[in-house]
């Protein structure tokens, strides 16, 4: 299984913070995407934001890095603090 | 490095919903520490207004098990550039009200130079790269708030 993780405006959108997928048919970030996207269209429509950040296991990666089962993935959009 | 070096190099950073003390943060910058004569630090606020909106409140959300990693990651980008000695990070999450204290970043080095630009580097790069998101409180309701092209520029900027 991936931990799928979700911050700030993504969170409010989909209404959901955390959600386990099967690693099976998602091996890149963007497989992951497909993968939630299948949920409803709603979903598929704020996960294809291009806008959205991506990080595996705590580490900024693109759309084609691999993800494997056991690994975190978080949706974000781009940072705001300071 | 001798002992009294090393003690004077540390890194603190800390993510926390509790205020903190502006005066005290500086002196603990300064105590022992007679090895650097700059202390610079830079704090940011809370303000009433953005956008022409009047605010009224600031809620503040990170990625607790990503936010110190990427704070230490900019520091120590800061920390090769320039000789600095004592750096300390404090950024607030949580519900924030207008005029309260968001981020701190002090900053010793020998000469000013080191501290002014170090400050700034972290800074700039904070703003980009933590993982915070701040939602506001405005008179029309609650809103997210967009990263801004000039943050990004602004950081961008440093690669020149």
């Known amino acids: 299984m991936i931990k799928v993780i979700f911050f700030a405006a993504l969170r409010e959108q989909l209404g959901c913070d955390s959600i386990e997928i099967s690693a099976e048919n998602a091996n890149t970030v963007t497989e992951v995407k497909i993968t939630l996207g299948q949920k409803n269209d709603e979903w598929q429509t704020y996960l294809a934001n291009n806008s959205l950040l991506c990080a595996v296991n705590h580490q900024m990666v693109n759309n084609d890095f691999s993800v494997k089962s056991g690994d975190e993935v978080a949706f974000f959009p781009p940072v705001t603090g300071g | 490095m001798d002992v009294t070096t090393a003690m004077n190099k540390y890194t603190e950073i800390s993510i926390q919903a509790e ?142």
């Open chain 2, 19 to 160: 205020d903190f003390d502006h005066g005290f943060e500086v002196k603990l910058l300064e105590d022992n520490n007679v090895e650097d004569g700059a202390v610079v630090t830079f704090s940011g606020r809370v303000r009433n207004n953005n956008l022409g909106l009047m605010v009224k409140g600031l809620y503040l959300e990170h990625y607790p098990e990503m936010t110190e990693k990427l704070l230490a990651e900019i520091i120590d980008t800061a920390k090769q550039r320039w000789a600095i000695g004592r750096v300390k990070v404090i950024h607030r999450i949580g519900q924030l009200a207008i005029g309260d204290q968001i981020v701190f970043v002090g900053i010793t080095s020998k000469h000013r130079q080191d501290a002014f630009a170090a400050n700034e580097f972290i800074m700039d790069f904070l703003k980009v790269k933590a993982p915070f998101w701040k939602k506001e409180l405005t008179e029309l309701g609650e809103t997210w708030l967009e990263a801004k092209n000039s943050d990004k520029e602004k950081a961008q900027a440093w690669s020149k």
